[in-house]
């Protein structure tokens, strides 16, 4: 059994307006033990989002988890005047699997239609070793605040897999060794993470393969095991001030049909308020 944790961390901050990685530490190993846990909004040295600590929480969580490796794919990389630390902010990933390599994805930002607030987004993909063989894991957070760019990051991600496909014989001429060598990249693919969209979006759909001209590889994991058990909710049962909409769902795995016929488990941790997000937990 291999279980991958996903989770928007908020920086720690749980909705008692307490930031605290023990906390978050505490209930990502509630879940089971996870082999692979994906987290995002990690800070490091970044006061704006810590309350003004500035600490390297990517340090920290892998410290907190020493048997697990550590993989950083920050979205935000900035240097201000005056300061000797780095501020970054982006996704993380946390494997106790062998990892065979790492891709990091700068997504897609294009003007936004009107005028909005965004920011920089991620995708930070690990190739991990399975008994059964190699398996890609990806992890994200979209665009909130526009539209156009969240469908535009969402379409990005199937293109990668639909490349990926595209050149999975390249190992027949490749080296066996050095830059050009065909490390393993299979078919075999996840996507986790904070979607910002929500069942029914038009990036949802692009991403569970709804829009055959453009994305034809990824289902959404929860239906494929739930059938039609409406989706737990990720965001939005204890903060109703950040989320006035109340309880609904935008996280979530997005895996090939490869994979459907593994999956032992899909569940949110509904109990815990330690972010304003809830863990999620994919069971293979």
């Known amino acids: 059994m291999t279980k991958i944790v996903s989770w928007n961390i908020q920086c720690g901050l749980g909705v008692d307006g307490q930031i605290n990685l023990n906390r978050i ?27 003004g600590q500035g600490a390297d929480q990517y340090a920290i969580l892998s410290d907190l988890f020493p048997h697990h490796s550590a993989f950083w794919g920050p979205a935000i990389d900035r240097l201000y005047s005056g300061e000797h630390n780095r501020r970054q902010f982006g996704n993380m990933i946390l494997s106790r699997l062998p990892v065979l390599q790492v891709f990091n994805h700068l997504l897609p930002q294009p003007r936004p239609e009107k005028p909005c607030k965004n920011m920089p987004r991620q995708a930070l993909e690990v190739v991990v070793n399975l008994e059964n063989g190699p398996l890609r894991i990806a992890t994200t957070h979209l665009e909130y605040h526009c539209t156009k760019q969240r469908y535009a990051q969402a379409g990005y991600l199937c293109e990668v897999q639909e490349e990926v496909v ?13 830059p050009y060598a065909a490390i393993p990249r299979p078919e075999r693919s996840i996507i986790c993470g904070d979607f910002n969209a929500v069942v029914g979006e038009e990036t949802y759909s692009l991403l569970n393969s709804e829009i055959p001209l453009i994305s034809k590889h990824y289902i959404d994991a929860w239906p494929a095991f739930h059938n039609d058990k409406k989706h737990a909710p990720t965001c939005g049962i204890f903060d109703p001030e950040q989320w006035p ?40």
């Open 166 to 178: 595209s050149n999975l014989d390249y190992h027949c001429i490749a080296p066996s060794s050095g």
């Open 25 to 51: 530490a505490e209930v990502i190993s509630s879940q089971g033990d996870p082999d692979i846990i994906c987290l995002q909004e990690v800070a490091r040295f970044d006061p704006d989002s810590d309350q």
């Open 245 to 284: 909409e109340g309880p609904h769902c935008r996280d979530f795995f997005f895996i090939t049909e490869s994979l459907v016929p593994f999956v032992k488990n899909v569940r949110v941790d509904e109990q815990t308020d330690a972010s304003d997000h809830q863990p999620v937990t994919l069971e293979l």
